[in-house]
């Protein structure tokens, strides 16, 4: 288990990450999500020790973090790069040996993972040949290469079509499920919402909420959504709840006083019939702007 | 198709393997990444073509003699015979062939016509060599010596003595009170190709190396291989690939430029160029390595490549002063010179070569370039390390040495 405590990063008077603190565990994806300039790359770069850090500790297993235990960690940099004009098999090949692989276990991994993202033929192409998306599918085979003990990937999904998010996804669970903890950010709420067990989210630099998903959604306010057979505009009449949208025969009403959702059912059976009586859990995205807001 | 994953092990105490060799597998791909370069090997053979040319040139140009052909009538054929009998002795690469003809108007014919390439005739006083439309320089220089002999030998004759009489007690011959001509004009040759060569490695291997850690820090991979291997390994790889290519493309060139040298008139100096190229690869090995920190550091201060000759321009000079310092400085200031870094990387072999330096000099300049280089290697990684990871622009050197890590 990754153990992120206190973690705080300034440049010159600005608090990029500031005292950020979250696990990453084992087996588990955890979501790392916010806006641009919320400091989640600032935070992957200090959990990777390639930027200092003003105050707070990584854990690794229960004991502060070592270069050697990063090196074993997989790595994605938030800005996409490797040698545009070498050979994709060779560079995959010569940083799996920076990792400590034997070249011919680093080619025979590669050439697994180039198989698995439909590259084996482009093997021997320049990465500059590729196109964006493939590019980004090498350099994910570049972090998952020597059997990363634990994945921090600075969003692997953006720049992928339908089909590689899939095929990426699918990967990075196989990756987790052999007891890997792994952390990736994202911006892209939906996949998410998709992929992840756990969540931590970052507003200006700190964290405003993290935990499990279902428990986060279940944080957010209370919702019904009712549809009847004729019009609903008499909810805002209703004592104890919040009407936040009418149209028409439907009503999206919140919860204020425990209770209150009883009593529209009751006066929407005697006014008529009621096609629609369901609660409505907020999506993620509506979890996010209520904290970062 | 699927990857079987087995579990992964516990994170090993010690250092992942390539930890502490990861320097070798930096160099190495900075070397097969460069020789697989178009540009590079392309270069690298022009080069190489140049050099054969100009050494093939030159062997040609000694063995080719030119033949003329004077004519002359019947009263100057004599004069004419002559000519051609010495001209060969006073200029190896001229010959000259007589062709008679029978009158002044025939002999200016056959030159206009082009079957001669002058006529040789007296006039008034003296003689007169007229060609077509341009001078022959040789063989005026030629005629004009063999005229001058027997025109002297007559006169001498005429007077009852002889042209070695006359010029008795007149000779001037230079004298050297150390060394000798020849070697002293070898070694000023010897010790320009050298800094030549040392000017020209050191700039376009250092702007490779810069280029190459600008690259690596742009396209962000730097990052990837920061969590890889340890910073300095990193460094000391690059400086290392680059060393090994720039003494190994210097070897190639000296190699055929001896090679070469050995086909030319001047193949008796080979033997003796051949020794101090020893103490001037030793000081290029030493002085190049202080010099390679000092450009992977002008590569990190830059975030884009188009920095990195904005960042390099102390450097340029410095590289430059080297260059201009091993032709332009004399006396003492050369002497104090050949002992400091990075100077002293051309001048200390110059002095050992001109023979104004002995070896235990050699051995101070060497011990102390060696120091720079490792104090340079220190200060170089600090500064490389803070660089590496700031993207936001150009850095100063003072910005990166008090950066945060």
Not at chain 2, 277 to 285: A, E, G, R, S
């Amino acid at each position: 288990m990754l153990e992120i405590t206190g973690l705080t990063r300034r440049f010159g008077d600005v608090t990029a990450v500031d005292d950020v603190s979250f696990d990453v565990r084992d087996g588990i994806m955890t979501g790392f999500v916010g806006g641009n300039g919320a400091g989640k790359t600032t935070t992957m770069r200090m959990v990777m020790g390639v930027l200092g850090i003003d105050a707070g500790e990584v854990r690794w297993r229960g004991r502060p973090v070592t270069a050697a235990d990063q090196r074993r960690f997989g790595y994605m940099p938030e800005e996409r790069g490797l040698y545009p004009k070498q050979r994709i098999l060779d560079q995959l090949v010569y940083l799996g040996q920076l990792k400590g692989m034997e070249a011919a276990v680093a080619r025979r991994a590669a050439e697994e993972h180039l198989e698995r993202f439909g590259l084996a033929e482009r093997s021997g192409d320049r990465l500059q040949e590729l196109s964006l998306g493939n590019q980004q599918r090498v350099q994910v085979v570049a972090a998952l290469l020597h059997r990363p003990t634990a994945l921090v990937l600075d969003e692997p999904f953006s720049g992928l079509d339908p089909m590689a998010v899939d095929s990426m996804a699918d990967l990075l669970r196989e990756h987790a499920s052999t007891g890997v903890p792994v952390l990736f950010s994202s911006h892209q709420l939906d996949l998410v919402e998709k992929l992840c067990d756990r969540l931590v989210i970052l507003s200006r630099g700190r964290v405003v909420a993290a935990g499990d998903a279902e428990d986060l959604r279940s944080r957010g306010p209370l919702r019904y959504r009712l549809t009847l057979d004729r019009d609903a505009g008499w909810v805002r009449e209703v004592r104890g709840i919040h009407v936040v949208d009418v149209d028409g025969r439907t009503a999206l009403v919140e919860v204020v006083d425990e209770g209150a959702e009883q009593v529209v059912l009751r006066e929407a059976t005697a006014r008529g019939g009621v096609r629609e009586f369901a609660p409505v859990r907020p999506a993620l995205a509506d979890i996010y702007r209520e904290v970062a807001a | 198709m699927t990857t079987t994953l087995t579990p992964t092990q516990p994170a090993a105490a010690d250092e992942p393997r390539a930890g502490r060799s990861a320097w070798t597998l930096v160099a190495r791909r900075e070397i097969v990444v460069k020789l697989t370069d178009r540009a590079f090997v392309i270069g690298t053979l022009v080069t190489l073509l140049i050099i054969a040319g100009v050494m093939g040139w030159q062997a040609w140009s000694a063995q080719r003699t030119t033949t003329y052909t004077v004519a002359a009538t019947a009263t100057d054929r004599a004069m004419a015979d002559r000519l051609a009998s010495d001209a060969h002795g006073i200029d190896e690469g001229l010959e000259v062939r007589v062709d008679g003809a029978a009158d002044a108007a025939a002999a200016r014919a056959l030159v206009t016509s082009g079957d001669a390439d002058a006529w040789l005739h007296r006039s008034g006083d003296g003689w007169v060599l007229t060609t077509d439309s341009e001078e022959k320089d040789a063989l005026t220089r030629v005629t004009q010596q063999v005229v001058r002999q027997a025109t002297l030998a007559q006169q001498a004759d005429a007077l009852g003595t002889s042209v070695a009489q006359l010029e008795a007690g007149s000779t001037v011959t230079p004298q050297l009170l150390s060394g000798d001509a020849e070697k002293a004009g070898l070694a000023q040759g010897v010790a320009f190709a050298f800094a030549f060569l040392f000017y020209i490695a050191t700039l376009t291997f250092g702007i490779t190396l810069a280029n190459s850690v600008v690259e690596e820090k742009q396209s962000r991979i730097v990052e990837i291989i920061a969590t890889s291997i340890p910073v300095r390994q990193l460094l000391v790889g690059k400086i290392v690939g680059n060393s090994v290519l720039a003494i190994a493309q210097m070897l190639l060139y000296a190699g055929v430029g001896l090679v070469g040298l050995s086909l030319t008139p001047y193949a008796s100096l080979v033997p003796s160029v051949s020794g101090p190229v020893v103490w001037f690869l030793v000081f290029f090995v030493a002085g190049f390595a202080a010099l390679a920190a000092l450009w992977a550091v002008a590569g990190a201060l830059a975030s884009r490549v188009e920095e990195v000759q904005s960042t390099a321009t102390p450097l340029t000079m410095l590289v430059l002063g080297v260059f201009f310092g091993s032709l332009f400085l004399d006396g003492t200031a050369k002497v104090v010179a050949s002992y400091v870094p990075p100077f002293s990387a051309v001048l200390m072999p110059t002095r050992v070569l001109e023979g104004t330096a002995s070896w235990w000099e050699a051995v101070l300049a060497l011990v102390l370039l060696l120091a720079a280089a490792a104090f340079v290697m220190r200060v170089a990684e600090r500064l490389y390390r803070r660089a590496l990871l700031q993207t936001s622009g150009k850095l100063s050197m003072k910005q990166a040495w008090h950066a945060p890590e």
